[in-house]
């Protein structure tokens, strides 16, 4: 089934915000659980049975449920223009109780005690500065700043690949 109109989703595309833009499927998975309805043709209710769908049926994480419900208004407000009014008897997802695990200082020396040479630097720049794994890997000598204690972490933007850590280890 065919969308009766494109500039919505024209429009939507031109005016993404890159968070929203991460959210993109759940729209698309909204669409294609009411049977390929256009979202214009639906409201509170179908919305209410996602949501309530994704917790029950799909089991996802709370703020899974969240970024789709998210992701749903900002459909509606943005793309389609269409005010969606208060969406009730959604059955929520239940949070994780789970607490995150964190080594004390003590296990960290150890752990850090067992790792030697540029492994080592890597892994101490991870723990001690907080870096991704591979905004470490993509270090250069140039964006560590010696007079201001400072590590300045870039963005890649070119189309090539990231290099692996075993070269940047080298």
Sequence with gaps: MRFPEREPVQK?????????????????????????????????GEIARFLSSLASESHVAASTQNQALQA???????????????????????????????????????????????????????????LRVMECCRLRVKDIDFARNQVVVRENTSLDAPPSCETAAR
Aim: hydrophobic share 45%; with cysteine; aromatic share 8%.
């Design 72 to 130: 749903l208004l900002f459909l509606y407000h943005e793309v389609l223009e269409k005010k969606i009014g208060l969406i009730q008897g959604v059955v929520r997802a239940k949070r994780s109780r789970r607490l995150p695990v964190v080594l004390t200082k003590e296990e960290v020396t150890r752990v850090l005690g067992y790792i030697k040479g540029t492994p080592w630097l890597m892994a101490m720049l991870l723990y001690g500065a907080g």
């Design 12 to 44: 939507f595309l031109l005016t993404c915000h890159p968070i929203t833009c991460l959210v993109l499927p759940n729209p698309k998975r909204f669409i294609l659980f009411h049977n390929k309805r256009h979202p214009a043709e639906m409201g509170e």
